[in-house]
Every structure is written in C-alpha cells, then in structure tokens.
C-alpha cells in the first residue's frame, strides 16, 4: 500500500479543516483554544484510505497569516497540496501568499477545492471559478483540477478524493537516498510510552531499534517504536506521516525544527548558498545585509543576507546570496527554503540550498561561478563541482543533492572521463588533483634548494604542506610516481632528476678524498676515517652515495662503484669454477684484508647474486647474470640516485 501526504493550503476560515473531518473523520484542530476560536492554529493530522487503496495523510495548516510559520512547517514535504478557496469569498490574501509559497517550495501538484459550494448559487461559482483561474494562470497548478465541494452538504467529497488520488498517482515516488531524514513537526510525551516525535519522514527509511541522532543538537536516541496513521510499523518508508517513539532523550531536549536522522549523517550549519528568487508580488527588493527570517524543513531562524551579485534583488527576479543564520539549523544541499520579512510580516522569496558553509568569498564573481556550477542541471557536472576537494563519494553525493544510483552513475562517469582522480577512499577533480601535485612538486623543489645535499624531502614534511590523511597521501604520491613525475626515495621524495648537489669546497673535499681512497681501493677508509681526515661527514658521504659516487654498504663500509665491480667480478669468476668460495680465499684473490671483503661478501649475498653454506659462499645465478646485476646495480646508483 502506497501512503501519501497532502497539506492543506488557503485563507483563514474558507473551510479547510472543516473538509478534512468532512474527508477523513478526523478534526485536525486537536489543540483546545483552536476548537475554542474555530481556528486552526498549529498544524493538524488526519488521514483517510480511498476506495482505491491509497492511504492519504493529510497536514493542515493555518490560514491565518499570525500562523504562516505554523503553516511553512507543514507543507515543506508533502506529495501534493489541496489548495482551499470558499465560493462565498473567493481568492483572498493568504490564498495568493500559501500559493506563493507553494511555488517556492516547488510544491507543482494539486487539487483545488472550491468549498461552501452550498452558500452561493452557479452564477456566483461561475465568477469564484473565474476568479481562481485566473490568480492560478501562470503557476505551476494553472492546470490544476477544481473540484466544487460542501462540506456541510457533504458534496462533491468523492470526486474530490477520486482527483487527488489521481494527481498523487502522477507524483514521482519518493527518494531514498539511504539517509533518512525526519524534520521534526511535533514532539511530546505519550503516557505509557515516552518520548514521541512525528514529521514526514525523507530520503531513507527508519528502522525500530535504529540508532538515532539529533541535529543540530547532536543528542543520541534509540527508536522504541514506529507509527504511520497509529498503525505500529517495523520500518518506516520515505514519504510517509512518522510517529517515533524514542528512548534515551527527553522531550524537552526536542523540538520542531530539529531533523531526526542516522547518526554522523545530519549536516548542522549557520551558513548557506542559496540562488534566491524574489517574488513578483514582493513590496520591495530583497537588499544586501538585509535580515530576513529563513523557513526550512520544519525550522526556522533569522538570517542576515549577503548579495552575491549586484546589492540587491528587484521583485521578480533572482540571484545568488549568502545567508548567515542566527540559529544552527540541519540542511542538506537541495532543500527549499523560504524567505520571510518579519514586519511588516511578508512572504519575499525562496530558493534551493546549493551549497552548506560555504567558504567566505574573496571574490564575489568566483562564488556565483562556482555556485552556478554546483546547481548545474546534470548529475555529473553537480558531483564534480563537489570535488573542488578530495571527498569521499557519500560525502559528495550529500553535497551535490544527489540519491545513491545517480551518485554511482556521475562517479563512474567522471572517473572513465578523467575528470576526476581517485585518492584511496576518496575523489577529487582533475583540476585540484593538479593543484595538489605542483604543490607536491613545489615543495620538492623546495626542499631540493635548501638541501642539496639531502636525496629528498621527508614524506611528512610534504604531507603537511599537502594538507592529506595518511592514505590519500600515499595514493597522491604513488599516482605521481607511476607517471613518473615523482621519485620516492625510502623515507624521502624527490623529483625524478634531483641529484644531491655537493658546493664547490665539498668537492674539492671529495676529490682529496676519492684519490686517497683510489690509491688502495681495496681497503678504503670507513666514514669515521673520511670525515676526520677528509672533512666528509656522514651527510656528504650519504649525498656521495647517492649520487653514485661511492657504494655504501651497511653504515660502516664505503667503497668506489670500480672496486665493487672489480671484486664482483672476481668472485663471480672464482665461483663459476671452483663452485664455492671462502672469505679466506676471497680476500686472497682481490689482495685485500678479512674487514673489508667481510661487507663486500655480504652485499652480494643482499644483492641475491651469493649465498651462505656453512662456512663458504656459492653462487644463486648464473655467471653472467650476475655479472649483469652487479654492473646494473652500481650504474643504477650513478643514474638513479
Ligand atoms: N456553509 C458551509 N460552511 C462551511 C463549509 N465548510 C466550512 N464551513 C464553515 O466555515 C468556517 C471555517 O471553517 P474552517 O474549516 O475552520 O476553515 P479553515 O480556517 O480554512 O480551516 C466554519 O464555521 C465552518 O463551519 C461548507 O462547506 N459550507
Ligand atoms: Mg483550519
């Protein structure tokens, strides 16, 4: 069974709620002093199941314009409006305000009801019908049906019920984005059972024994119970009246206006973007800095506006603003809002939210720009206008407004296009993944020119000028390094041609020492010897071997890429007849001593071109490959430092 709901809209006293009792049976002004003035006050709940299996919830509201907020809280998630207008009075004030509102809130199916079809006779219906054609012409319900009811008379109730289901059977079905969202309408104690909130419920559905979270309070509950229309239900579905019953929070930390939803996935917030439109009929234009009161979802709040373009919005036309609201208020991007003038109380405009805490803009121009984008029509080009920073695709979905199919959809899109990268769990668009790699770049560079001796910059010192987690970090690095822009170096990066770069008085330092060492290449002096006789410390050795100067093995042994070559070459050879070789034997061959073929033995075992047996070393691979390897390894250090 498909549940629906319509709000009531019109004039105070031309019989609304008196044609919900007359529909459903139930009187929606539940409230005493309501029932005592025979006025509508707060919103009102009822709901009826027609002949053809629909069941209809219906919220209604005030007419009376003291009670318009009442009346906004109401009508923001409704399926479909029943727009009142009594016969006897025709369009009056609220009548051309809630349709107003209804137009902002983008509210674009109906039915009209002509009621107190009993006061007047056809001559008088035949105007009234007139009169409301024509204040409906150019709204989206100028095609509305009209429907001439009595409530008194108890007339015309069936084709009025037959057209809304008819218009409500048109109605797209209702979003899941699987985050649902409860804009609260009501909360109170119920005798026996607790903590009650109800709304209609948007975007997912709630579960009994859900975990809950309140925004922008942040307060935790659990769901105790589940009702549509008093019926007990095990899972609440979007679209739908919602009476929840909650445990773990008390009803004074609840009001109207909070958004009930799965914890972590409320988005709370006193700043937003908003293309708003300034009513045709407003009483004066819409200036920079003006404060307005904000109407969305069930909450309200003041708000100060700033003009994004020009300094003020003219009746009739629309523009980009930030609002800076006084109260925190849960928003998603997508949601409609209303802009009210507190006094003289007026209906001035509205808009969709595009764009929640927007950064402050430097530049007015780059803001409209960037806000025009995020409201683009297609799925695709509102995803990636949300990947101006690394996000993950739930969090850009949630900004772009879209559902979970089209969010899928826009990703797979843009990543085969690429226009977007992907960074570990994260997306970012081509542009700002170009931003972060000049930046990895730059800072490379950088760090090059201030240490020219050092193979790199510490991975964690670019991490930080990035600004990325951990992992997204990584992916960056490993995407740059794949495209060989990049080198990673152990612990350092560097840029794929940086070569430590030694001063002119280092050199001279290094050319003493190298012609020393040249003299008895097979026992040279170990870095302790080179820098107290030579002035090369530890760092310039480091440089020297990355450079490809020297080979350092372990920290301890140092020797010329020749003389490692030389003795590879010989044990290799020695190898290739004898099968093993000693280090006895090896330091024989090569006229050196036990201390320094020690290191040079054991690199070409790390090497994997050697390895131990007892007391002997014998040969893994073939002769010439190894010769290859060893050769290949010394250059590899000469080029690749
Ligand atoms: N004669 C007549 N009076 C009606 C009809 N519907 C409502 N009324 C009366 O109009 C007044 C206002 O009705 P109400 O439903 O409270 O209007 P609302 O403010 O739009 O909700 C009440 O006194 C009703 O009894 C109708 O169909 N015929
Ligand atoms: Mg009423």
């Known amino acids: 069974m498909t549940t629906r709901v319509v709000g009531t809209a019109g004039h105070v006293d031309h019989g609304k709620s008196t044609l919900i009792t007359a529909i459903t049976g139930t009187d929606p002004d539940r409230l005493r002093e309501e029932r005592e003035r025979g ?39 409704i399926d479909a409006v029943l727009l009142v207008i009594a016969a006897d009075e025709g369009v009056r004030p609220q009548t051309r305000e809630h349709l107003a509102i209804l137009g902002l809130l983008g509210i674009d199916r ?25 204040a409906l012409a150019g709204t989206a319900l100028a095609a509305a049906p009209l429907v001439e009811v009595s409530a008194m008379a108890r ?6 019920v037959a057209a809304l289901e008819a218009v409500l059977g048109a109605a797209p079905r209702r979003r899941d984005a699987g985050r649902p969202r409860l804009p609260i309408d009501r909360a109170f104690t119920m005798t026996g059972f607790g903590t009650v909130v109800t709304g209609t419920l948007l975007d997912g559905e709630l579960r009994v024994g859900d975990e809950v979270e309140i925004a922008p309070t942040g307060a935790r509950a659990r769901i105790r119970g589940l009702q549509t229309h008093r019926h007990a239900l095990e ?31 409320l988005t709370s ?66 949601d409609r ?104 770049l730059r800072v490379c560079a950088q760090g090059h020119r201030r240490a020219p001796l050092r193979a790199g910059v510490p991975r964690e010192e670019v991490r930080a000028a990035v600004g990325l987690p951990a992992k997204r970090f990584a992916a960056l690095i490993a995407r740059l390094a794949a495209g060989g822009r990049l080198a990673e170096r152990g612990a350092v990066l560097a840029l794929p041609d940086h070569r430590p770069q030694l001063s002119g008085a280092q050199e001279v330092s290094w050319a003493k020492a190298r012609a020393a060492i040249a003299r008895d290449p097979s026992r040279p002096p170990t870095p302790a010897q080179l820098e107290t006789d030579f002035g090369l410390d530890r760092e310039l050795v480091a440089a020297l071997g990355e450079r490809g100067d020297l080979v350092r093995i372990g920290t301890e042994a140092v020797f010329l890429p020749e003389t490692v070559t030389v003795f590879a070459d010989t044990v ?46 014998i040969l893994v691979v073939a002769p010439d490959a190894a010769r290859a390897r060893i050769r290949a390894l010394v250059r590899q250090q000469e080029k690749s430092p």
């Open 39 to 77: 006025m509508t006050i707060d919103l009102g709940f009822a709901w009826t199941t027609t002949p053809a299996g629909t069941e209809i919830g219906f919220v209604d509201v005030p007419g009376h314009q003291d009670f318009i907020r009442n009346m906004l809280a109401g009508v923001g998630s």
């Open 110 to 134: 109906g039915v009209i009801a002509l009621t107190k079809r009993d006061l007047v006779d056809e001559t008088w219906a035949e105007l009234a019908r007139a009169e409301v054609r024509a």
């Open 155 to 160: 007339t015309g109730l069936a084709e009025l």
């Open 235 to 265: 899972v609440a579905v979007p679209g739908s009246r919602v009476a929840v019953n909650l445990s773990g929070v008390d009803r004074d930390a609840l009001a109207r206006g909070m958004v009930l939803g799965r914890p972590g996935t």
């Open 269 to 334: 917030t006193t700043s937003m973007a908003v293309r708003i439109a300034v009513l045709e009929a407003a009483s004066a234009e819409l200036a920079h800095d003006e404060v307005v009161k904000v109407h969305l979802g069930t909450a309200e709040a003041m708000a100060r506006v700033s003009v994004l373009e020009g300094d003020a919005i003219a009746p009739g036309s629309a523009a980009w603003v930030q609002l800076r609201l006084a109260d925190t208020v849960a928003a998603a991007v997508g």
């Open 337 to 440: 809002l209303v802009v009210r003038r507190p006094s003289p109380s007026e209906t001035i405009g509205g808009g969709a939210v595009a764009d929640l805490a927007p950064a402050r803009a430097r530049r007015r121009a780059e803001a409209v720009a960037a806000l025009e984008r995020r409201a683009a029509p297609s799925a695709v080009s509102r995803l990636l206008a949300s990947l101006d920073i690394p996000r993950t695709a739930s969090e850009a979905g949630e900004r772009s407004g879209l559902d979970s199919a089209e969010r899928d959809a826009a990703t797979a899109e843009l990543l085969a296009r690429g226009d977007a990268v992907a960074l570990a769990d994260a997306l970012v668009d081509r542009v700002a993944f170009e931003a972060m790699a000049t930046q990895v």
């Open 572 to 617: 290799v050879t020695e190898l290739a007849v004898a099968r093993t070789i000693t280090v006895a034997r090896a330091r024989d061959l090569t006229g050196s001593s036990r201390k320094h073929v020690l290191p040079l033995l054991q690199f070409l075992d790390d090497q994997g071109v050697t390895r131990r047996q007892g007391d002997d070393r």
